[in-house]
């Protein structure tokens, strides 16, 4: 028994902030912003529109791609680092906007790479039998936490959710999943603070995403390079099987360093950090269902999911779509 993606949907907030926006915030400039990063636009949450409102979006857009009612839905896994609260988890939300009751709803947090995370468990519950017809989001608003007075960072990031269902099939579909984590690395991109710190540094102005960012990007392009190699050997799948890579979008020339090591054209990536920036553990989703909808991704094509995010996490998914 395998998993396949029975269908896909995402959801963008309306509103808009250019990089023309951002030069009134902090010092900064678009050339810097689109030459260093890739990113023109992102889209941002309006006063009171939730994590839970995008990922409801999303997965009502997945729902009726593969055909499926809300009522059929039997396991619920939201990736988020930016749950709307600290409980109930956002799976139960999103559970409870779809009116359906009783099957297990959780959220799961492993930052930029918890899409992968969550498609992993996910795949595991279709593989045993104990789901029929899963639906799997990432979903974030990290703008919401992000320092608007950090230049390092808020330029970066942005809203968003990706959602896809998965259903039992004969053969895969998900053909693997690769996760790994290392917490020796978590002084180098984290929010430092949460429920158990008593949120003093929250309540005193002082939080925000901290990101050393050049340790990062040189440490993402080490482990990602690993990674994807990973997830060819272990399959015996040769580069040049890959149809098209799906990466996390948090800088274009990570996603080139990466396409460069599996030979791949950017003909073949799907990048849609220009005007989505990086939005966390929508990343991913997003981009697979823009592919997707626009046309490029084709059923049968065999797809390379990954991400990279603090912890650090990172994961990979081989997907024959
Ligand atoms: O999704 C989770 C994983 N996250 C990532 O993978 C992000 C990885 N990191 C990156 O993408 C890049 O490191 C950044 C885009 C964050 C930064 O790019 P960089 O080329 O690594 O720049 P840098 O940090 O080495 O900084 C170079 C210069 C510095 O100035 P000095 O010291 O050379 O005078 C920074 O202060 O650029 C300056 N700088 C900026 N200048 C204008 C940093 N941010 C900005 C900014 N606008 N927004």
Redesign the pocket.
């Known amino acids: 028994m395998y998993s396949r993606i029975a269908g896909t949907g995402s959801h963008l907030p309306e509103k808009i902030l250019t990089n023309a926006d951002?030069e009134k915030l902090?010092?900064?400039?678009d050339e810097?912003?689109r030459t260093?990063?890739g990113i023109s636009e992102r889209h941002v949450v309006a006063d009171g529109e939730t994590t839970a409102d995008l990922a409801e979006h999303a997965s009502r857009k997945a729902l009726a791609a593969a055909g499926v009612e809300p009522g059929e839905v039997d396991l619920i896994c939201v990736a988020t680092a930016t749950p709307d609260l600290v409980f109930p988890n956002v799976g139960t939300l999103l559970q409870d906007r779809l009116d359906i009751h009783g099957c297990p709803a959780f959220s799961l947090e492993a930052?930029?790479a918890g899409f992968a995370y969550a498609l992993g468990v996910a795949d595991k519950f279709v593989r045993l039998g104990e789901a029929k017809c899963a639906l799997v989001v990432g979903a974030d608003t990290l703008t919401r936490i992000v320092d608007w007075s950090d230049?390092?960072?808020?330029?970066?990031f942005a809203d968003g959710a990706g959602a896809v269902v998965l259903k039992p099939a004969s053969e895969p579909g998900i053909i693997s999943t690769h996760l790994h984590a290392d917490g020796r690395y978590k002084d180098l991109?984290q929010y430092p603070d949460g429920p158990s710190r008593g949120f003093h540094l929250m309540r005193e102005g002082k939080a925000g995403v901290r990101?050393?960012?050049?340790?990062?990007?040189k440490i993402?392009v080490n482990k990602l390079g690993q990674l994807v190699t990973e997830t060819l050997e272990a399959n015996g799948i040769t580069k040049d099987q890959i149809d098209w890579l799906i990466p996390?979008q948090?800088?274009i020339?990570?996603i080139e360093a990466i396409a460069k090591r599996l030979d791949m054209p950017m003909e073949r990536v799907i990048v849609t950090i220009a005007t989505h920036g990086?939005t966390?553990a929508a990343?991913v989703p997003l981009a697979l269902d823009t592919g997707v909808r626009d046309g490029r991704i084709k059923r049968g094509q065999l797809l390379l999911l990954e991400?990279?995010?603090?912890g650090f996490t990172w994961g990979s998914a081989l997907i024959r779509y």
């Not at 230049?151 to 970066?156: F, K, M, S």
């Not at 990101?211 to 990007?217: D, L």
């Open positions: 951002i902090v010092d900064t400039s810097w912003i260093r990063t930052a930029c230049r390092g960072t808020c330029v970066l991109l990101m050393k960012g050049n340790e990062v990007y993402a996390h948090a800088n020339r990570i990086n966390s990343s991400a990279f995010g603090g």
